[in-house]
């Protein structure tokens, strides 16, 4: 029986996220021949000799919304004039997101933009599949302004085999996982943000919300919060890896001894009524953070002025960021653009990527809405939502390039300089730049997906003992071909390593 039929009543589990904590360093080889790349021509015609296409774009959301309609009919009024094309705009729930496109995608249906990251509908190993185009070419034809908008750092990270395969949604690339605390509470229980180094040492604050704020959970999750580099640990994929000197081994991320000591210490949380107990069947949590029932929730990159988007997400309670690591570059794979090699329209759908990323007035629709209906600006650079507005995804980074758009009432004037900043400054992982090549072991990278799928979201959120169900998991992780992925990592390593010793 399945792990989550035999601990929760409420179903069988979906395919859960992916761990966002570990980098960028995500699966990358040559991508199939399927994939391809639109043939240029001389030179990109104006949109006035264009014929009228319709676009199809698919990305992640968070909950829906309902004026989206609205908000299309704004922007296909604004590309029409400046590249003959309008869009359909499919966003799909973030819980439903990598099944549904895995399911469009082996249906062979026609679509031109989808959104693709490394921690969910993976970039990497999709591109390798042969789903993506090359982006080249496309490039230099119909996006010169968008190429030369983005550090050349931020083209090599989407590069696979040498080529560009996606348009990086930019944004922090230096993260730094932790608690966010509403300040309320972090006022109320005196809580001070500079002693809290470790996981552990937040269990006094969660005991007082326990003991004295009834309705108010704790801790609120749906997925894992499990960051290894918090505990020392480095990984790439799955994969954890240790450095001595100048040699790397690999481990199997769910085997080692911090991983253990990080779902066992969930599972006290979880028996103490510290972690909501829908933890592993939640499928929008946004929906129920927005009302403010969660003393604290758990985020992996803690940008520079997020604590304006995360008070806007906790029904407007203002809100304290707890990093528990100092911030490491990861990378600009988090959120990436890809155009499908299903697209009949590359051309006008790399036109439209460059508007987006490049055009504010386009960017800041399609992440805010619109004007007086959606929002109202507080500032020239800031705005804030309009409740009941019916648009207000809260989902830029899924859009296109942040540093061009609208601030959050709340944030400082510099958050966008303070990014980069960040970005440029931040320590980099000892195997950054490397990239996985999965195609030797797919029939395994397959298999150890569905066991993930059937162990991971119940051992992380803490709803079932990993006493009895970790060893089951690992179990059959070796079954599914483990060690012999593991033994490729070790060798693609090493040759890397090599490399760059050169």
């Known amino acids: 029986m399945n792990v989550l039929k035999k601990r929760v009543c409420f179903g069988i589990i979906a395919a859960g996220l992916a761990l966002t904590g570990c980098g960028s360093n995500s699966d990358s080889g040559s991508p199939a021949a399927t994939g391809g790349s639109a043939a240029p021509s001389a030179a990109a015609p ?46 799909i729930a973030g819980a439903d997101y990598e099944q549904k496109m895995n399911t469009i995608l082996a249906a062979g249906e026609t679509f031109d933009i989808v959104w693709t990251s490394d921690w969910r509908f993976n970039f990497s190993s999709n591109a390798q599949k042969g789903a993506f185009l090359e982006l080249d070419a496309l490039l230099d034809k119909n996006g010169p302004k968008l190429k030369a908008s983005l550090p050349a750092s931020a083209w090599e990270d989407v590069r696979i085999g040498g080529k560009i395969y996606g348009v990086p949604n930019y944004q922090i690339a230096a993260k730094s996982a932790g608690f966010v605390v509403q300040k309320r509470f972090a006022d109320k229980y005196k809580l001070d943000p500079a002693k809290i180094k470790t996981y552990r040492d937040i269990e006094p604050f969660f005991e007082e919300i326990k003991k004295n704020e009834p309705g108010i959970i704790p801790f609120g999750i749906n997925n894992d919060f499990y960051s290894p580099s918090v505990y020392g640990v480095s990984a790439t994929g799955n994969v954890a890896y240790r450095v001595n000197g100048d040699k790397v081994t690999v481990e199997d991320y769910f085997a080692t001894a911090e991983y253990k000591k990080h779902v066992t210490m969930a599972y006290e949380w979880y028996k103490k009524g510290y972690i909501n107990e829908d933890a592993a069947t939640l499928k929008n949590k946004a929906d129920v953070e927005k009302k403010g029932v969660y003393a604290t929730t758990f985020d992996y990159t803690q940008k520079p002025g997020g604590e304006a988007a995360a008070k806007a997400g906790n029904g407007g309670n203002d809100v304290v960021f707890i990093p528990l690591m100092e911030p490491e570059f990861t990378g600009v794979t988090a959120t990436i ?97 490397f990239k996985f090549d999965s195609e030797p072991v797919k029939a395994e990278m397959a298999n150890l997906k569905a066991v993930e799928n059937e162990f991971r979201k119940v051992i992380e959120t803490g709803t079932v003992d990993p006493e009895k169900y970790l060893p089951q998991f690992l179990d059959k992780r070796l079954k599914a071909g483990s060690e012999k992925v593991l033994a490729e990592y070790q060798t693609q390593i090493e040759a890397f390593l090599k490399s760059k010793a050169k």
């Open 337 to 433: 653009s890809a155009v499908s090699r299903t697209s009949k329209n590359p051309d006008r759908a790399m036109m439209l990527l460059e508007l987006v990323n490049t055009d504010p007035t386009l960017y800041n629709l399609l992440s805010f809405g619109i004007e007086n209906k959606h929002y109202t600006k507080t500032g020239t650079n800031t705005i804030k939502d309009i409740a009941g507005g019916g648009y207000a995804p809260n989902m830029n980074w899924v859009m296109g390039n942040v540093t061009i758009g609208y601030l959050m009432d709340g944030q400082a004037a510099d958050t966008w300089e303070r990014t980069k900043k960040a970005n440029d400054s931040a320590k980099k992982p000892y195997l950054y730049g």
């Open 46 to 91: 104006s949109a006035s000799t264009l014929p009228p296409v319709d676009l199809v774009w698919y990305y992640l959301d968070g909950t829906a919304q309902p004026d989206l309609a609205s908000v299309e009919a704004e922007v296909n009024k604004y590309i029409k004039p400046k590249i003959n094309a309008t869009v359909k705009l499919k966003p």
